[in-house]
């Protein structure tokens, strides 16, 4: 009898062990709505366009090489769809307990530490983008030149650079009795 029972539940077990598993990611496309890839299952199973799922507001483009969870709904081997992907040669190492980071391959990385926010450019620039205003109502504490495109303005905006040149350059002293000449090196 339990033999028997053991027979007629092999196929679901087959079909269970086969849902779930690990996979290689060969190709990415990242061109629809979903990403697209290949992936190796087994050593000699690859799966082709095989829908990635990634988490909303969040998207990534693995290289080659990545490593992956694959489902196959309902242990059909011919839909499959990632669900988790990581790469061990890219990886940050070393965090503490409840740190987060973002990071890539040429060590760009915005790491949530237990101490602060640390942004690494990895010798790259830093854009600020399609936003009118940049407010930091903290200090800021530069440790290199400010370069700006146009006037600086503090108190409110009723103090600029260009007005302090102004002033300075058109400003004259009474001296006993003679007004001196504007200054001869303009601000």
């Known amino acids: 009898m339990l033999e028997a029972i053991q027979t007629?539940?092999?196929?679901?077990?087959?079909?269970?062990?086969?849902?779930?598993?690990?996979?290689?990611?060969?190709?990415?496309?990242?061109?629809?709505?979903?990403?697209?890839?290949?992936?190796?299952?087994?050593?000699?199973?690859?799966?082709?366009?095989?829908?990635?799922?990634?988490?909303?507001?969040?998207?990534?483009?693995?290289?080659?090489?990545a490593e992956g969870v694959v489902v196959f709904v309902g242990g059909n081997r011919d839909h499959g769809l990632?669900?988790?992907?990581?790469?061990?040669?890219?990886?940050?190492v070393g965090l503490s307990a409840g740190e987060v980071a973002l990071y890539d391959d040429q060590?760009?990385?915005?790491?949530?530490?237990?101490?602060?926010?640390v942004v690494d450019g990895a010798g790259k620039d830093i854009h600020f983008v399609n936003a009118p205003t940049v407010f930091i109502p903290q200090d800021l504490r530069v440790g290199r030149d400010i370069i700006a495109d146009r006037d600086i303005s503090d108190q409110g905006g009723?103090?600029?650079?260009?007005?302090?040149?102004?002033?300075?350059?058109?400003h004259r002293h009474v001296e006993t009795g003679s007004t001196t000449n504007t200054p001869d090196a303009g601000m």
Do not use: W
């Not at 915005?110 to 926010?117: A, M, S």
């Open 82 to 92: 990632v669900i988790a992907v990581d790469d061990r040669r890219y990886r940050l």
């Open 8 to 65: 007629m539940l092999e196929p679901v077990k087959n079909k269970v062990g086969l849902m779930v598993g690990r996979c290689v990611l060969r190709a990415i496309t990242d061109t629809g709505k979903l990403q697209r890839v290949q992936v190796q299952a087994l050593a000699d199973e690859t799966h082709d366009d095989v829908e990635r799922v990634q988490q909303y507001g969040f998207t990534s483009v693995p290289f080659a090489g």
């Open 107 to 117: 060590g760009q990385k915005v790491h949530l530490t237990r101490t602060g926010i």
């Open 158 to 170: 009723t103090k600029s650079m260009k007005g302090m040149r102004t002033a300075y350059n058109g």
